[in-house]
Structures are given as C-alpha cells and as structure tokens.
C-alpha cells in the first residue's frame, strides 16, 4: 500500500478486513472511477497450494497480472518513482509500435508499465 500511496501519490479508497483476508483499493485521486485493489496473491479457499505457487511463479516473471499508466511527462515521472528504490525493468524507451515507455516492478513484483501520454490527451 505504501508504495501506490506514498510513491505513486494514489489515495487509499478501501481498506478491508474479512475474517483472515485483507484488501486495499487504491486509486489516482484526480480519477475517482478508477481503482487497483490490492491483495495478496492466490488467495481464497478455492486454489491448490499447487496454484498459488504457478500464480505467484507468474507473478515474479511478470507474465500473471500488470497496470498500464499514463504521466505527462515520462521521465520525470520515471525519475521519481525509480528514485523510491523501484525494481526497475525497463527505463523510458522508444517502443517500435510508437510509445515511449518505461516499466517497474511494485514491492509485490507486480509489472507497472508508465507510457507517455500523447499531447492530444492532456
């Protein structure tokens, strides 16, 4: 949680408890219809130990769950967020499908890419 509220600058929406499960949502706060929850992987009473350990072996190779954002300006929002100890994977590039974008790894090795956001759209 601290690192999409004290890095990412998200606000902290829902913060439930159920019984031994626990899940945070979190969002931009200049977007208030947009919202990631945050819980632990494979959790339920519905999955194998087998499961959880192929979840959390995706995880880790970034192929199970990702975010895609946006910033105004890429490398500053890069700069910023790499500077907080980030896992970073990839640093601001020029893709050959045309976005310049960067990627990172959430504490919870979760994949965030950050594309530049075109100029028509701010």
Same mark, same amino acid.
Do not use: C
């Given at each position: 949680?601290?690192?999409?509220?004290?890095?990412?600058?998200?606000?902290?929406?829902?913060?439930?408890?159920?019984? @031994?499960?626990?899940?945070?949502?979190v969002?931009? =706060?200049?977007?208030?219809?947009? $919202?990631?929850?945050?819980?632990?992987?494979?959790?339920?009473?519905?999955?194998?130990?087998?499961?959880?350990?192929?979840?959390? /072996?995706?995880? /880790? =190779?970034?192929?199970?769950?990702?975010?895609?954002? $946006?910033? @105004? @300006?890429?490398d500053?929002?890069?700069?910023?967020?790499?500077?907080?100890?980030? @896992?970073?994977?990839?640093?601001p590039?020029?893709?050959?499908?045309?976005?310049?974008?960067?990627?990172?790894?959430?504490?919870?090795?979760?994949?965030?890419?950050?594309?530049?956001?075109? =100029?028509?759209?701010?």
């Amino acid at each position: 949680m601290a690192f999409y509220r004290d890095v990412l600058g998200f606000e902290v929406r829902l913060d439930v408890g159920y019984g @031994d499960m626990r899940w945070i949502t979190v969002g931009p =706060k200049d977007q208030p219809d947009t $919202a990631i929850v945050l819980h632990p992987p494979g959790v339920g009473n519905d999955i194998t130990d087998d499961e959880r350990e192929t979840i959390l /072996a995706l995880i /880790a =190779k970034g192929t199970y769950f990702g975010i895609n954002l $946006a910033a @105004d @300006d890429l490398d500053e929002t890069f700069a910023a967020i790499a500077a907080s100890g980030v @896992d970073v994977v990839q640093e601001p590039i020029e893709q050959d499908y045309g976005v310049r974008d960067a990627a990172v790894r959430d504490p919870a090795g979760n994949l965030i890419r950050i594309q530049q956001r075109a =100029k028509e759209d701010h």
